[in-house]
């Protein structure tokens, strides 16, 4: 699929296919799919979670709408991307399942610590503390993918792990919102257990998910690794072939730190906006947006693919640069407009438009940048894309909005800003990607 499409070269020294799996090989690697695929799912139900909850956490703990931002984004982000590149390096070294059951079982505490903390700074803490755990998720996951699935097969198999991702999204919305309604009736009448806030139990619930994930993946054999013992695999050898793609590597991941500062800001301020705007109850706002991101999110990712798949077959050298670029301009458009549209009804239907462009662009996203490069690298060419993007992506596109308001001079104008936030980073990604077309076709005609 997207691997072949993004240019992926193997090393020589390294097998280049690998022979067709036996039965027993091809169940270990379904289990190993199931096992990650609820692994990720359980990760986004917390990282959804905290979207939904923007005023009941405001209200109990008494902070802004930017230092909430700031658990959305930075906290969780920049501490993500920081220790992710000790464990990529891992990842590629030892043991990838028992490297994913520590860090399931470290963001699961967390979780429940972010649900029991008291102020601002305790949230901070333990938000953090969730990013250490979570980013020993996706390097492992990948990796293990590469080494468990024939070539042909790994980008149909990354692109399913990303089902995950909309999975969890989809769950915590529109399972969270009607639990928030449910205990906070229940708080009303007769109490909740600790005398805890609705919020708080439901953070508790989702860390203690975490025990799912660790036995599946007790069971789960580690791939054997495709590329020999003897390969070098050195931060140097890695820079070196880093260096050697630098035109690529730029432009591609320039264009993913628009593409995530849009699909972060968005989700995380939609629900609100529409709670606030629109009078919408969490449970209407966590049921909609919840089955927007389940649906179109998963739609959008699978598509991707299969399009990559269908315009490669008939010629398109750079079917993938096209996706994304259609890609961007749905998250755009959609985006924009669903934060200013007066009918909620429209608006709902352009933040579906947005969300499908967010699942076609993020499927093609770690797996199309460590494609880049050898497997023995897979580890760390997904802990550079997701350090890049998320330190200035993920970690600004929260922030930005309440920013952007700032200099409204309305701080309350968050969908005007959530506007003008998308279109600027919209417009930034469409010319990287015009360089990265430039560059890619350049590549290939040498």
């Known amino acids: 699929m997207a691997t072949t499409a993004l240019n992926s070269a193997d090393a020589p020294n390294e097998v280049a296919v690998k022979a067709a799996p036996s039965p027993s090989q091809a169940r270990d690697a379904g289990f190993l799919m199931l096992a990650l695929v609820v692994a990720m799912t359980i990760a986004f139900i917390d990282r959804?979670?905290?979207?939904?909850?923007?005023?009941?956490?405001?209200?109990?703990?008494?902070i802004t709408d930017a230092q909430f931002s700031l658990l959305q984004g930075a906290s969780?982000?920049?501490?993500?991307?920081?220790?992710?590149?000790?464990?990529?390096?891992?990842?590629?070294?030892?043991?990838?399942?028992?490297?994913?059951?520590?860090?399931?079982?470290?963001?699961?505490?967390?979780?429940?610590?972010?649900?029991?903390?008291?102020?601002f700074l305790?949230?901070?803490?333990?938000?953090?503390?969730?990013?250490?755990?979570?980013?020993?998720?996706?390097?492992?996951?990948?990796?293990?993918?590469?080494?468990?699935?024939?070539?042909?097969r790994q980008a149909a198999a990354v692109s399913a792990l990303t089902v995950g991702t909309y999975l969890g999204g989809g769950i915590s919305l529109s399972v969270g919102g009607p639990a928030l309604d449910w205990l906070s009736k229940m708080k009303l009448h007769s109490g909740l257990p600790g005398g805890l806030a609705p919020w708080r139990l439901l953070f508790c619930g989702a860390g203690a998910l975490g025990l799912v994930a660790i036995a599946l993946l007790l069971f789960i054999r580690e791939p054997g690794r495709t590329a020999?013992?003897?390969?070098?695999?050195?931060?140097?050898?890695?820079?070196?072939l880093l260096k050697i793609e630098r035109a690529r590597a730029v432009a591609f991941l320039c264009a993913f730190i628009g593409i995530v500062g849009m699909s972060t800001a968005a989700p995380a301020w939609l629900p609100a906006l529409f709670m606030r705007r629109h009078g919408w109850s969490a449970h209407t706002a966590g049921l909609a947006f919840g089955m927007t991101h389940l649906v179109f999110g998963i739609v959008g990712a699978l598509g991707a693919g299969w399009l990559v798949d269908r315009l490669t077959a008939r010629?398109?050298?750079?079917?993938?640069?096209?996706?994304?670029?259609?890609?961007?301009?749905?998250?755009?458009?959609?985006?924009?407009?669903?934060?200013?549209?007066?009918?909620a009804g429209v608006a709902l239907a352009f933040s579906c438009l947005g969300q499908l462009g967010v699942g076609a662009c993020l499927a093609l996203g770690a797996l199309g940048f460590q494609a880049m490069f050898?497997?023995?690298?897979?580890?760390?060419?997904?802990?550079?894309?997701?350090?890049?993007?998320?330190?200035f992506g993920a970690a600004v596109g929260p922030t930005a909005v309440p920013l952007v308001a700032g200099l409204l001079h309305d701080p309350k104008a968050i969908g005007p800003a959530l506007m003008i936030w998308t279109s600027l980073a919209a417009v930034w990604s469409l010319g990287w990607l015009l360089r990265l077309g430039q560059v890619s076709a350049g590549g290939a005609a040498s």
């Open 76 to 119: 969780f982000s920049i501490i993500y991307v920081f220790a992710m590149l000790p464990i990529a390096w891992a990842s590629d070294h030892f043991n990838r399942k028992y490297i994913l059951i520590f860090s399931i079982a470290a963001w699961s505490l967390m979780t429940v610590a972010f649900g029991l903390a008291g102020g």
């Open 48 to 62: 959804q979670l905290l979207n939904l909850l923007v005023d009941p956490i405001r209200k109990d703990v008494g």
């Open 315 to 343: 010629g398109r050298a750079m079917a993938h640069v096209t996706i994304l670029r259609w890609g961007v301009l749905a998250i755009g458009v959609g985006g924009a407009l669903s934060a200013i549209l007066p009918d």
């Open 228 to 240: 020999p013992r003897n390969a070098l695999a050195s931060w140097r050898e890695y820079l070196r």
């Open 122 to 152: 305790g949230l901070l803490a333990a938000r953090a503390c969730v990013a250490i755990g979570e980013a020993g998720s996706t390097p492992a996951s990948v990796s293990m993918l590469r080494d468990a699935y024939p070539k042909h």
């Open 374 to 391: 050898p497997m023995r690298f897979s580890g760390r060419g997904v802990a550079t894309y997701l350090l890049a993007t998320n330190i």
